[in-house]
Antibody, heavy 119, light 107 residues
Framework: EVQLQQSGAELVKPGASVKLSCKTS????????MSWLKQMPGQNIEWIGN????????GYNQKFKGKATLTVDKSSSTAYMDLSSLTSEDSAVYFC????????????WGQGTLVTVSS | DIQMTQSPSLLSASVGDRVTINCKAS??????LNWYQQKLGEAPKLLIY???NLQTGIPSRFSGSGSGTDYTLTISSLQPEDFGTYFC?????????FGSGTKLEIK
């Protein structure tokens, strides 16, 4: 069974950085992309970017370049997202999501990580 | 960026009703359109991929149609568990974008 387990909620101060994790199981990590998405409270979902588990190759939504940095650790089948220079606009739930086999984007999702930026 | 406009934004319907949710793209997305259902506090769930393909495990009362810029999600006979917010999503071109959502309430 494919599982994506995300790290716990974060309370961070403005200007700080935070690193979120998405630990996977149930499939060969290096064979799939992992995507990260942002959802502010009561708001639309935004795609942040993708990273390939095999070689770490990335693609970003231009809006999040400089804000988010995606990395992977193949040895632990874990994807990471660093968010830098946090402001209140970064307060949101962040999801990791993986394509399905033949179904394309976002067939499997993590449970989400709530990031709250507050002094 | 491709803008995805959903309508209606709020929908109230009764069990057994036929429900349709519309999604209009700002340009042709070549049927690269998915539908997701999200319940409060949960991650979205994939219902339909590439316009009209039912994801495994999703009830057959859900169906999708459309082409070009106009797409529709239909629930043939609404069930109590179908409440939630529905999002369309285009993966024809980057950046990948979602509609703003349709909140479906059960009367």
């Amino acid at each position: 069974e494919v599982q994506l387990q995300q790290s716990g909620a974060e309370l961070v101060k403005p200007g700080a950085s935070v690193k979120l994790s998405c630990k996977t199981s149930g499939y060969t990590f290096s064979n799939y992309y992992m995507s990260w998405l942002k959802q502010m409270p009561g708001q639309n979902i935004e795609w942040i970017g993708n990273i390939y588990g095999g070689n770490g190759g990335t693609g970003y939504n231009q809006k999040f370049k400089g804000k988010a940095t995606l990395t992977v650790d193949k040895s632990s089948s874990t994807a990471y997202m660093d968010l830098s220079s946090l402001t209140s606009e970064d307060s949101a739930v962040y999801f990791c999501a993986r394509p399905g086999l033949g179904t394309g984007w976002f067939a499997y999702w993590g449970q989400g990580t709530l990031v709250t930026v507050s002094s | 960026d491709i803008q995805m406009t959903q309508s209606p934004s709020l929908l109230s319907a009764s069990v057994g009703d036929r429900v349709t949710i519309n999604c209009k793209a700002s340009q042709n997305i070549n049927k690269y359109l998915n539908w997701y259902q999200q319940k409060l506090g949960e991650a979205p769930k994939l219902l339909i991929y590439n316009t009209n393909n039912l994801q495994t495990g999703i009830p057959s009362r859900f169906s999708g149609s459309g082409s070009g810029t106009d797409y529709t999600l239909t629930i043939s006979s609404l069930q109590p568990e179908d409440f939630g917010t529905y999002f369309c999503f285009q993966h024809n071109s980057w950046p990948l974008t979602f509609g703003s959502g349709t909140k479906l309430e059960i009367k």
